[in-house]
């Protein structure tokens, strides 16, 4: 190769200016920002919402008559790369109809130790059992405290509607539920809850105390 024949990677001399210049490039916009207003979120004085899309915590949903959505299938655990999630499913019975179908989970909880909140796992759930929430505040001091279970992820149920466990609506079966045709529950359901449990036991204000308390 000649010596004069130019390689075409070779660093080429820079001019005076940008040698004079140049150590300070970096520092451009440390300059620009040194005038400007500070924005400094006050929290947790002030909180600033989430957008809409933010994952945070997650949250298992109920049907509208109050059974849980839940099938115990553990798609999810099986889509976490993290193994967050231990689920363990039970079956339904006459007397004890937790989610429509055969199945419900009976245990499900979520390691936020270990969660990444990839949301891999709303998106293996066939039901729209489990969501992703706003809420972004689980710190905590202890590590068991972060070990999330089946009572503090499941939502309770809107004023007025019992909570599982329940017949499904008469006349229906599990692909009804899926297909958005329960809209709500029916005297029959409400007339069985009010028969085999205590007075109140069960709505959704009895729920959502319970869950006051245990928290």
Sequence with gaps: MSKTQSLGWEHKKRSPIKRLFGPWAGFVVTFRTLFQKPVTEQYPFEKVPPKPRYHGRHQLNRHPDGLEKCVGCELCAWACPAD?????????????????????GRVYEINYLRCIFCGLCIEACPTRAL?????????????????????????????????????????????DYYAGKVTGPV?????????????????????????????
Excluded: C
């Design 187 to 215: 005297p029959e359901q409400l007339e069985w809850v009010a028969a085999h449990r205590p007075a109140g036991s069960g709505t959704g204000v009895q729920a959502q105390a319970t869950r006051s308390v245990n928290a």
């Design 84 to 104: 967050a999630i231990f689920v363990e499913a039970a079956d339904n019975t006459p007397e004890a109809q937790y989610s429509p179908g055969e199945r419900y």
């Design 131 to 175: 969501t992703m929430t706003n809420d972004f505040e689980l710190a905590s001091q202890s590590r068991a405290d972060m070990i999330y279970t089946k009572d503090q992820l499941l939502v309770a149920p809107p004023e007025g509607v019992p909570a599982a466990p329940h017949p499904m609506v008469p006349g229906t079966q599990d692909v």
